[in-house]
């Protein structure tokens, strides 16, 4: 059975197929040196994947951003602040700081 093609729509209007590679690339580098398996992320990536699915045909990048954000707060500290400071485009040290304060 083939999967319907689930289209993203980024914060400019534009509307892209789904990338979960891209994603994956983005999670993979944050991780990078935590002990996490690859495994591991590929699960937590592919349930990400399917409740997007759920969704709908189409889902913002602002949500799939939300939901893996979620997910790395949960198995990694380190790995969540790395992710957030590119998704949240962290352009000062504040930034970082009032992150890692609502981990406390």
Known sequence: M?????KVVKKDGRREGFDFEKIKKGVVTACEKRSI??????KMLNNVEEKLRKIGKEVGSGLIGD???KKLKKMDKVAYIRFASVYKD???ISDFRKE???LS
């Open 2 to 6: 083939e999967r319907a093609e689930l």
């Open 37 to 42: 398996s690859a495994e591991r992320i590929d």
């Open 67 to 69: 939901m893996v954000s």
């Open 90 to 92: 962290f352009t000062e």
């Open 100 to 102: 890692i304060r609502g």
